[in-house]
């Protein structure tokens, strides 16, 4: 084959288009002619193909995915935030309310080792009762309690310190007890 017909071809033979046949004959005259071998030469040299970026279009379905997945995230994360709110309240509820039964008693100093009874029942009515009893910090000692059911068993005895509660679980809720006290000569306590 002549030089020119083989120089026309390099290009084509460098990037792999050729046929296997005409592949094949040029690299028999390259072998032989060294003009057209360093022209070839010269060909991968200074030819430096860059790599064009490959630029995707972005499909509908993928956006409306993206779309979806954003608003899930968004719809989890205002779930947890509601969530987070509604415990917060539900702990200040559980703190302040319902308001806590007091139970107030002043006698005079020779009746403090006699059991006197309170004039209300005591009734654990709400989910939010904590069932406990606190005594006055301003007392001086403990009072004993003694809590009687309608039928006047004693359900429960327990000792109260100031300003420490004591867990009255024992009890149980929606049932009326009458609180009978035994201690100093003013006593202040407080049901929650």
Same mark, same amino acid.
């Given at each position: 084959m002549r030089c020119e017909v083989i120089r026309d071809l390099l290009p084509l033979y460098?990037?792999?288009l050729c046929s296997p046949v005409t592949a094949e004959l040029v690299r028999?005259?390259?072998?032989?002619?060294?003009?057209?071998?360093?022209?070839?030469?010269r060909m991968r040299s200074q030819v430096h193909v860059e790599q064009t970026p490959v630029i995707r279009a972005e499909s509908p379905f993928y956006v409306y995915q993206k779309k979806?997945?954003?608003?899930?995230?968004?719809?989890?994360?205002?779930?947890?935030?509601?969530c987070f @709110? $509604? =415990?917060c309240a539900w702990q200040v509820f559980?703190?302040?309310s319902p308001p806590g039964q007091v139970v107030t008693s002043r006698?005079?100093?020779?009746e403090t080792g006699h059991w006197r009874q309170a004039e209300e029942p005591l009734v654990f009515d709400s989910i939010f009762h904590r069932r406990e009893v606190t005594l006055d910090i301003d007392c001086t000692g403990p009072v004993d309690l003694r809590f009687r059911d309608a039928d006047g068993n004693?359900?429960?005895e327990v000792t109260a310190l100031p300003g420490q509660a004591v867990s009255? @679980? $024992? =009890?149980?809720?929606?049932?009326?007890?009458?609180?009978?006290?035994?201690g100093e000569p003013a006593i202040y306590l407080q049901f929650r």
């Open positions: 460098q990037d792999g028999q005259h390259l072998a032989e002619c060294p003009d057209c071998a360093r022209a070839a030469e979806v997945f954003l608003r899930t995230v968004l719809a989890v994360l205002a779930t947890l935030a509601v @709110a $509604a =415990l559980a703190e302040c006698v005079t100093a020779g004693v359900a429960l009255l @679980a $024992a =009890l149980e809720r929606n049932k009326p007890y009458i609180v009978e006290m035994r």
